[in-house]
């Protein structure tokens, strides 16, 4: 692992996984203690003016923990190193036998920063660091992207729900949140299956976009009004209450927020976002096709135009400009999608 797409994956894996945060840890603390042995030992024998027993000196001879000294199954442990947590067979001086098998950390650096960032977040204390480049991919809307900088520098929660019909850059807008660590996003039409209880309280997030949050059972409106409310969480389990106190901010999304509860909705800045206009169609279409899709400037042009009077989603413009290579294409394609050719 070696670049922030990697530790953004990693940061997430040991937050979300805490059998895996447990032997991540342990095994740092053991590489830890096996490397000071070995420079201490190596510090003896050159003051004595001796040799490594082997006969030569190595960087770091341990081969790593077995399964009995990780107090894991090696099921869970051979689980990890498809992961990419953990290295074995070779990597990093372990072995891998019919006897025995020995595992190592993939990166322990990383998984040092990594479990010193989530110590921090679950102190209150983490600052993430925000891309400068977040929201660059959508166009337009320079507002919303101005209000949603604005609520994630904000010191305490300020909650945004995007509110309008599709193909208003929704989803775009909410999908650039996800990109920043300590996000999670879920699906108001399936956190169900798991519970949004559970799920707060297994990933801990300081962001957390829902889309459909007007699908959302009524069950997980009541815990995310007690989260926005009070930034408090409860469950039962062990015939005991549990309560856990967070501090998120939540982002949402949804086409009609008629269905959400008055009191929910009234913990939000709540943004009613607008069908585009032909002309911003038109405008982002190309500006999607060109910059985004290598589409040629004349047939991107072509395309906006025609699809204008049919829809103004830009998904349309961008499945176009992958399918059409002439102007010829985008006519054949208008004729199969729309053979009414019906008019707004």
Same mark, same amino acid.
């Given at each position: 692992?070696?670049?922030?797409?990697?530790?953004?994956?990693?940061?997430?894996?040991?937050?979300?996984?805490?059998?895996?945060?447990?032997?991540?840890?342990?095994?740092?603390?053991?590489?830890?203690?096996?490397?000071?042995?070995?420079?201490?030992?190596?510090?003896?024998?050159?003051?004595?003016?001796?040799?490594?027993?082997?006969?030569?000196?190595?960087?770091?001879?341990?081969?790593?923990?077995?399964?009995?000294?990780?107090? /894991?199954? @090696?099921? %869970? +442990?051979?689980?990890?190193?498809?992961?990419? &947590?953990?290295?074995?067979?070779? =990597?990093? $001086?372990?072995?891998?036998?019919?006897?025995?098998?020995?595992?190592?950390?993939?990166?322990?650096?990383?998984?040092?920063?990594?479990?010193?960032?989530?110590?921090?977040?679950?102190?209150?204390?983490?600052?993430?660091?925000?891309?400068?480049?977040?929201?660059?991919?959508?166009?337009?809307?320079?507002?919303?992207?101005?209000?949603?900088?604005?609520?994630?520098?904000?010191?305490?929660?300020?909650?945004?729900?995007?509110?309008?019909?599709? /193909?208003? @850059?929704? %989803? +775009?807008?909410?999908?650039?949140?996800?990109? &920043?660590?300590?996000?999670?996003? =879920?699906? $108001?039409?399936?956190?169900?299956?798991?519970?949004?209880?559970?799920?707060?309280?297994?990933?801990?997030?300081?962001?957390?976009?829902?889309?459909?949050?007007?699908?959302?059972?009524?069950?997980?409106?009541?815990?995310?009004?007690?989260?926005?409310?009070?930034?408090?969480?409860?469950?039962?389990?062990?015939?005991?209450?549990?309560?856990?106190?967070?501090?998120?901010?939540?982002?949402?999304?949804?086409?009609?927020?008629?269905?959400?509860?008055?009191?929910?909705?009234?913990?939000?800045?709540?943004?009613?976002?607008?069908?585009?206009?032909?002309?911003?169609?038109?405008?982002?279409?190309?500006?999607?096709?060109?910059?985004?899709?290598?589409?040629?400037?004349?047939?991107?042009?072509?395309?906006?135009?025609?699809?204008?009077?049919?829809?103004?989603?830009?998904?349309?413009?961008?499945?176009?400009?992958?399918?059409?290579?002439?102007?010829?294409?985008?006519?054949?394609?208008?004729?199969?999608?729309?053979?009414?050719?019906?008019?707004?």
């Amino acid at each position: 692992m070696s670049n922030i797409a990697d530790k953004e994956m990693l940061f997430r894996n040991l937050s979300g996984n805490p059998v895996a945060r447990t032997i991540a840890a342990h095994l740092l603390e053991l590489e830890d203690l096996k490397e000071a042995e070995y420079k201490r030992l190596k510090e003896e024998w050159n003051n004595q003016g001796t040799v490594h027993p082997a006969g030569v000196y190595q960087p770091f001879p341990w081969s790593g923990a077995e399964w009995f000294d990780c107090t /894991a199954a @090696a099921a %869970t +442990l051979n689980a990890l190193v498809v992961d990419g &947590l953990l290295v074995t067979g070779g =990597a990093r $001086g372990t072995y891998k036998s019919n006897n025995s098998t020995t595992y190592k950390l993939k990166d322990p650096e990383m998984v040092r920063e990594c479990l010193t960032q989530l110590k921090q977040s679950e102190a209150g204390s983490e600052e993430v660091d925000i891309p400068a480049d977040l929201f660059d991919i959508v166009i337009g809307h320079e507002d919303i992207k101005k209000l949603m900088w604005q609520a994630l520098r904000a010191p305490k929660p300020v909650h945004i729900l995007l509110c309008g019909p599709p /193909a208003t @850059a929704k %989803t +775009l807008l909410m999908g650039e949140i996800c990109r &920043l660590p300590l996000s999670r996003f =879920a699906n $108001g039409s399936s956190t169900t299956k798991a519970g949004l209880t559970d799920f707060l309280l297994e990933f801990r997030p300081k962001y957390l976009v829902i889309d459909e949050i007007d699908k959302m059972a009524l069950a997980d409106m009541s815990t995310l009004l007690s989260l926005m409310e009070s930034g408090t969480i409860a469950r039962m389990k062990h015939k005991m209450r549990e309560i856990e106190q967070m501090q998120t901010w939540v982002f949402a999304g949804c086409n009609r927020d008629e269905h959400l509860w008055p009191e929910l909705k009234s913990r939000f800045f709540e943004v009613q976002l607008k069908e585009y206009t032909a002309a911003e169609f038109i405008n982002i279409a190309c500006h999607v096709l060109v910059l985004r899709e290598q589409a040629n400037s004349e047939i991107a042009k072509y395309i906006a135009t025609s699809l204008v009077t049919h829809t103004r989603d830009v998904r349309d413009a961008v499945h176009f400009g992958r399918l059409c290579k002439s102007i010829s294409d985008v006519d054949e394609l208008l004729e199969l999608k729309w053979p009414e050719r019906r008019i707004f």
